[in-house]
């Protein structure tokens, strides 16, 4: 079948109320910057809570569904035939037509289901569906009809034009980027921070990205997977503005200036400080980790209470309560774990200390914390303006 036309289906968008039409503008607006990818020209329309792709010439079918697979907000895509309103006799060999270039002569059970979104049709929606029916069953011995589980739902919009369709392809879910506001992650090289990023913007959250680098401790090979895995998650989140900050020499003071054991937790602590200040800078509206209550050390609920304490804006943890398998599930869907279980260590994994504390006191840590008075703030402002920033997408 030569599809020419997708119905794109949404889910909560239906239940915006009056504002709707900020979030449909939003979704089609996602759809054409992820079609703009694909070999073709494409039409993006809206009509009566409907949200149509019209293809305009050649395009690359399996490339389209893909792209549209990645688009937050779309909750089914419908190839769709879409026939011109030339009365019921057309309409009954179009259908006819569709069901014998779709399903040949397998045997399939059907249900007909009639949408008259224009009511100046002459036949109702029920007179309608029994009068297809029963020309797919004079035309089609192998066909049955099961109206209360059916293999095969045919659908049948009319409107200006007549859409019929019958497969339904699962898209994303969720709300529209750029619904929700702005954030900035903390994206290291591991599993968990790219699938964070993922899950919040499936929220309909915008996102950047602040990673630390710790050269010559972490490689160039190290910084180049996370813009990969920033390049991987932006096919869903879209562009993504990428802060690489040379982290090395606060890390060796604070290795130099406090005890070991909370070297972790003091670190994580002035990675927080440096990327709100970058959140700041970008018109963030808060952090997002990719943290989960227990996995390591520093994300207990005493140690994530410690990194909490520095930031004044919201800190964001979608895994929070995810188990590591879940993580990695999610991962594998979306295209990150191969590039995340690459051997090239972060800096987190680098300076981590033997037996870090896992139930840290924020009055102790504040109290290490002073021996770095001398040159934290100088090291911190250098880190900043020495920062490099690479446009991901």
Known sequence: MNYKAFLIKYGEIGVKGKNRYLFENALLNQIRYALAKVDG???????????????????????????????????????????????????????KKYIKETYGQKEHTFKVNVRRARKDYPIKSMELNAMIGEQILEAFENMKVDVHNPEIMLNIEIRKKIYIYSEE??????????????????????????????MV???????????????????????Q??????????????PIKLHVVNFTDIQLYIYDQCPHDELTIIMRRYMMKIAEHF????????????????QVASQTMYSLACTNEVCEMPVYRPLIAFDKQDIVDISEKIGTYETSILPFEDCCTIFVAKHPVTKPSLKVIKRSEVKLAEKIDELMKTAIETTEVIEVK
């Open 41 to 95: 020209e494409f039409e993006v329309t809206k009509e009566q809570g409907r949200v149509y792709v019209e293809v305009i010439g050649e395009y690359d079918y399996l490339d389209t569904v893909d792209a549209l697979k990645r688009v937050f907000g779309i909750a089914a895509i419908c190839p769709v035939v879409h026939v011109e309103d030339s009365g019921k006799e057309a309409l009954f060999e179009d259908v």
């Open 201 to 223: 913007s499936k929220r309909g959250v915008e996102i950047d990205a602040v990673y630390f680098h710790a050269p010559p401790y972490t490689s160039e090979r190290a910084k």
């Open 279 to 294: 959140a700041n800078e970008n018109k963030c509206l808060g952090l997002v980790t990719g943290e989960s209550i227990g």
């Open 169 to 198: 392809i699962k898209g994303p879910g969720g709300m529209p980027v750029g619904t929700a506001g702005k954030a900035m992650l903390l994206l290291s090289g591991g599993i968990d921070s790219p699938v964070a990023g993922y």
């Open 225 to 238: 997977k996370v813009v990969d895995l920033a390049r991987e998650i932006s096919v869903y989140t879209g």
